[in-house]
């Protein structure tokens, strides 16, 4: 059967639609109530209409509650999505962040040396973080020259600083400051800005029965100290309490 086209045709039909069931439920409770009994246009229309406003009613109330299911469901559906989609923006953010500013990584300085050279010493300042580094600086203080030769302090002599520009994951660039000497022991302190914040590095070599060892601890520039990496050698004299002292060692008059 060709349906008319138009409003007025969609609208019968989407009543057909609603209220087939209703109309056929009525008219078999309508027989059924009036089989063996008098029947009047009042008994009959009287049993119809409430036989046909109870099904619709009900058949409406069943869809209602089918409806509601599937939108609360769907609902569900929306809010995990959602949650996901907040979760992974959240985290491409943060990996884009950590990219622009290298994260919560940092650099180390470990020096390359050769105690019997009265050379400069080569320090090699590495990427130890996830991302690249950038707008790396270090300054290196001496402070055993410092101590030893108070005013006697050039430009370059006992402090320098070096811009190291972009280091990427697991790479090194290298400068060079310092000498070894003859002393027992040495002392410097490097400070290692970035674009996300500063280090602070304490580096100590000690001579010890005709060897050379070197200790170093970096730590997070701020008010609680954070210690982020720490290598002190077996045989480092240590405190009463067990642990290496970091400050920095009076002089030695035996020392020279």
């Known amino acids: 059967m060709k349906l008319p086209s138009g409003t007025i045709a969609k609208t019968i039909f989407q009543l057909l639609k609603e209220f087939w069931f209703p109309f056929i439920s009525a008219c078999g409770w309508t027989a059924l109530v009036l089989w063996d009994e008098p029947k009047d246009v009042k008994s009959i229309g009287s049993n119809f209409v ?21 939108v609360e469901a769907s609902f569900e559906h929306l ?19 950590n990219h622009i500013t290298g994260g919560d990584g940092y650099c180390h300085a470990l020096p390359k040396y050769n105690w019997k050279s009265q050379y400069k010493m080569d320090w090699e300042v590495t990427n130890c973080g996830d991302y690249s580094m950038y707008e790396v600086t270090v300054t290196i203080d001496d402070l055993d020259m410092k101590f030893r030769r108070p005013g006697f302090e050039a430009p370059g002599m006992f402090t320098l600083t070096a811009s190291l520009g972009e280091i990427p994951t697991g790479a090194s660039r290298m400068f060079e400051f310092g000498s070894v000497g003859h002393e027992k022991s040495r002392s410097f302190t490097v400070i290692i800005d970035s674009r996300n914040g500063r280090v602070i590095q304490d580096v100590r070599f000690i001579r010890n029965a005709g060897s050379t060892d070197l200790a170093y601890r970096v730590t997070r520039d701020g008010e609680v100290l954070v210690v982020l990496e ?19 060692p009076e002089l030695n008059e035996n020392d020279g």
């Open 79 to 97: 809010q995990v999505r959602l949650g996901r989609m907040i979760d992974e923006l959240n985290d491409k953010t943060i990996w884009t962040i």
């Open 230 to 248: 720490e290598y002190i050698p077996e045989h480092f004299p240590l405190g009463e309490d067990g642990k290496f002292d970091w400050s920095v």
């Open 50 to 70: 409430t036989a046909f406003f109870f099904v619709s009613w009900m058949t409406g109330q069943i869809f209602r509650v089918r409806k509601q299911a599937g």
